[in-house]
């Protein structure tokens, strides 16, 4: 058994993926914001865990992560102010990493989007610029980090049902680019379990290809 925490433990991914991950044996912490979620969270089997990562500390967050063997960092601000964007995509999400180090959870999983890096070609005042220049900031700073990390980089998110099949890709965020939210966390359980996904940046979206093969063949 796997002690496994995830940042952004209410979102529809992570949701998902504490079900996936607590079916299959695991152990599951699911951080979150607002005393509310905590009941619908709990029903995934997983354990609610209150952090603001806007405000909290490295220090907080490492000692939410005490005993946990990886992280999942699943949370985003959802749009707003560029400043509240940057506060969690870039900030928090950099003090995670710095938590995770302190805190001996050596397995770090970013779910970024296809396309994620300083290359992103958004345009500065698009509404999407801040989010692409987090990411951009939070990826790099995470690959420069001694954990073993993957970042997953899936294509436009839909509510579609999961189908277990994708398709890796190389960096294009044109049309096409479906991925069901629940395809991300089926991806998401599997890299955790796939030592050799780590030092991997995975691009993918909605295919074909059982998953297990896909990502047998990113290695």
Do not use: C
Not at 145 to 172: F, K, R, V
């Amino acid at each position: 058994m796997t002690k496994i925490a995830i940042f952004g433990g209410h979102g529809k991914v992570a949701m998902e993926l504490a079900r996936i991950l607590m079916a299959t044996g695991h152990q599951v912490t699911s951080v979150i914001r607002k005393p509310e979620q905590q009941a619908e969270v709990a029903g995934t089997g997983a354990q609610p865990v209150l952090l603001d990562l806007a405000a909290a500390t490295t220090l907080e967050m490492a000692e939410a992560l005490r005993g946990h063997d990886a992280v999942v960092w699943s949370a985003g601000a959802g749009g707003g102010a560029p400043e509240h964007t940057y506060a969690v995509d870039r900030d928090a999400a950099i003090r995670s990493m710095d938590a995770a180090v302190l805190a001996g959870a050596s397995r770090f999983v970013m779910v970024s989007y296809m396309g994620a890096g300083p290359d992103h070609r958004v345009p500065e005042g698009d509404g999407f610029y801040a989010y692409a220049e987090a990411k951009a900031a939070a990826d790099a700073y995470l690959r420069g980090t001694g954990l073993a990390w993957t970042i997953l980089g899936p294509g436009s998110l839909t509510d579609s049902p999961a189908t277990g099949t994708i398709e890796l890709s190389p960096i294009d965020i044109s049309e096409g680019n479906d991925t069901a939210r629940d395809n991300v966390a089926l991806v998401v359980a599997a890299v955790l379990d796939l030592p050799a996904t780590a030092g991997r940046t995975i691009d993918f979206r909605d295919g074909a290809t059982p998953l297990a093969e896909a990502l047998a063949a990113s290695v």
